[in-house]
């Protein structure tokens, strides 16, 4: 049995949408986006640092959600959402994958730790100034890949999932502005799938 630990409004919201998008049984253990619930005891021994998402099944523990994903893509699916190593797609679609954690991720947990999660009197006008500059960068080469496609590689992919879910949170953030109307339109095709509504809505 696959068992999701979930917060919500987190990167636990891009497991949910894989596991919906492959039909998965799961059971989603929700827990509340607060340090009590994050750093109880219980959830440290799933993860040390008592983060979102962990996924669990057969006892094995797994955190980290690219790992999550991918683990799940490659034990539970018929590939589909991984283009076949040999095809133009896969670098491609690897640098998407990662360039979420990597690029993306940074600055967003910058400006939500200075705009929701420290008290007013600690926030840092000039660290969100310079994590938003840097988002911006980093959204611009999506914004260009994005150039006639529907999505990262041309068909949906787990770097959607990846990526896709971090330019959703970007846009929520509003991050995206209107030069960036790729992103837009892409965040448009997200949003018809029944799948990433589930996994936001968690
Ligand atoms: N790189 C990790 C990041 C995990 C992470 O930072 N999760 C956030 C939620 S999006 C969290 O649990 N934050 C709680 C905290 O920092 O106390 C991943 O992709 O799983």
Request: proline share 6%; hydrophobic share 35%; charged share 25%.
């Amino acid at each position: 049995m696959l068992t999701l630990h979930h917060a919500p409004n987190s990167r636990a919201g891009r497991i949910v949408w894989l596991l919906e998008e492959l039909g998965l049984d799961y059971k989603l253990n929700r827990m509340e986006f607060s340090p009590k619930a994050l750093k109880s005891d219980e959830h440290r021994a799933r993860h040390p640092l008592g983060r979102v998402p962990v996924l669990e099944e057969d006892g094995t523990t797994l955190y980290e959600s690219g790992a999550i994903v991918e683990y799940l893509v490659r034990r539970h699916s018929d590939g589909s959402l991984i283009p076949p190593h040999e095809s133009s797609s896969f670098p491609e679609y690897l640098q998407w994958f990662h360039y979420c954690e990597g690029m993306v991720m940074p600055p967003i947990n910058t400006i939500i730790v200075q705009t929701i999660l420290l008290p007013p009197e600690r926030r840092d006008n000039t660290v969100l100034g310079q994590a938003q500059r840097l988002l911006g960068k980093s959204l611009k080469p999506v914004n260009d890949a994005l150039s006639n496609r529907e999505y990262l590689i041309g068909s949906f992919s787990a770097a959607d999932i990846m990526l896709g879910h971090s330019l959703y949170m970007s846009n929520r953030l509003d991050c995206v502005d209107e030069t960036m109307d790729q992103i837009k339109r892409y965040i448009g095709n997200l949003e018809k799938r029944p799948a990433f509504q589930k996994g936001i809505s968690a």
